[in-house]
């Protein structure tokens, strides 16, 4: 597979890691990642499934960590004199209210979600590259490396692109020669808003708004667990 992500959704990014390795116990055929551009966050997660991963040396990938952003519109709220009512069930049901100060009581429930998430990662890269997980945390401070720095980490297995990849694939599955099928992407409406798009690499605006031209899915402000390089 193919990996050029800055990362995502941390749920989404545990999704395709699962299907990958589902499709290797039952299909019994091997994965291997090959890295280009961009292999951050969520695109180095779901990269764990892979048995072997191969990038450029100057691939940007590692980034291990979480992100979640909330915004806060008090202080304009209170200048532009909005209020809200709030009747919740709970103290910490509106946790997050963009038009309230943080209080520290929500402020370290959001860091326990942030903390489990980012441990699960943290044990993923351990299980899956072999290292002691004690390792992994030195790495793991949301850096991204090159593939050079990334390869001397243990976070990658070698350097390479797509026939170095293909190369791999058929050692590992024992086969002198392999058939390459290659899925495009679907393009946008406009080739200049295609350039636009490649160049500006996913950011949170741009991956919504190329979403919102190809029909998928509505643009969204909810705050997200987030497995993201940016």
Request: aromatic letters at 4%; glycine letters at 8%.
């Given at each position: 597979m193919s990996v050029d992500s800055p990362g995502g959704s941390v749920v989404a990014s545990d999704e395709i890691y699962r299907a990958l390795k589902k499709l290797?116990?039952?299909?019994?055929?091997?994965?291997v990642a090959v890295m280009g551009e961009l292999a951050a966050s969520g695109g180095y997660y779901i990269s764990l499934a892979a048995e072997k991963i191969i990038a450029n040396p100057n691939t940007l990938t590692g980034s291990i960590g979480v992100i979640f952003s909330l915004p806060n519109y008090s202080k304009l709220a209170d200048t532009i004199g909005y209020t809200e009512e709030v009747i919740a069930s709970g103290a910490l049901k509106d946790m997050g209210n963009p038009l309230k100060p943080m209080s520290d009581e929500a402020r370290a429930a959001f860091r326990s979600l942030v903390d489990d998430t980012f441990n699960r990662f943290v044990d993923l890269v351990a299980k899956e590259r072999k290292l002691p997980r004690e390792?992994?945390?030195?790495?793991?401070?949301?850096q991204v490396f090159t593939g050079a720095q990334a390869k001397a980490h243990g976070l990658i297995d070698d350097f390479g692109g797509m026939d170095e990849a293909v190369d791999a694939a058929k050692a590992l599955a024992h086969l002198e020669e392999a058939q390459?099928?290659?899925?495009?992407?679907?393009?946008?409406r406009s080739p200049l808003l295609d350039l636009l798009l490649s160049e500006a690499g996913a950011t949170p605006f741009f991956t919504q708004l190329k979403a919102l031209l190809d029909e998928r899915v509505p643009i969204s402000t909810t705050p997200r667990l987030m497995y993201l390089f940016r």
């Open positions: 290797t116990v039952e299909s019994g055929k091997p994965v390792r992994v945390l030195e790495v793991a401070t949301g390459v099928i290659e899925y495009e992407r679907k393009k946008t």
